[in-house]
């Protein structure tokens, strides 16, 4: 019951209230896409993770990694710094491998927030199958009680006229 209420929770009631009452179960999963807040999050985090990315390549292009060259205020001269080893190694991590891993979580990103996606889906699919069947189950169970009433109202009318005793009557009304 908690994660039915928790369903119709995330469905705006005018979204529903556009198709007449009833809600299928394509719109269902839409509006939950639509309207989750977890989605959303996994969207903002790729948004701002691309960007990054993005930042970081456009400043890895300009990491030299072998030397570096400066204005020398002494002797009004460029001068040229080479790297040690371990600077280098830093350098080349700073230009070649931070770019990729933040690509890498880009893609991971993508593919979990079509993951998520699916996930949302199948969960809606299952939850709208169950409150159709529920509804078509609560139908039925009208449908029978009305006819059950008929059934006692007729039997009490044959008991009335003496057609049948107590016993069945009180059968009937057992049913």
Known sequence: MIAINAILAMIPQSRAADTGGILNR??????VRQHSTDLWNLR???????KAWKDQLIS???????KMK???????????YYYEFPAQVQLRL????YPEMMRFEVEKLEKT??????????????????L??????????????????????????RY??????????????LE
Not at 44 to 50: A, S, V, W, Y
Not at 160 to 173: F, M, Y
Request: charge should be negative.
């Open 26 to 31: 394509q719109a269902a999963i839409a509006q």
């Open 44 to 50: 903002e985090n790729l948004r701002f993770t691309n």
């Open 60 to 66: 890895a292009n300009n990491i030299d990694t072998e």
């Open 70 to 80: 400066f204005h020398n205020p002494y002797t009004d001269e460029e001068d040229t």
């Open 94 to 97: 700073a230009k070649e491998y």
């Open 113 to 130: 927030i079509g993951v998520v996606e699916n996930q949302l889906a199948n969960v809606t699919d299952n939850l709208y199958s169950g």
């Open 132 to 157: 159709y069947g529920t509804y078509r189950n609560k139908l039925l169970s009208q449908k029978s009680l009305e006819q059950a009433q008929k059934v006692l109202a007729r039997e009490e009318t």
């Open 160 to 173: 009335n006229n003496g057609l049948i005793t107590a016993l069945d009557l009180e059968g009937a009304r």
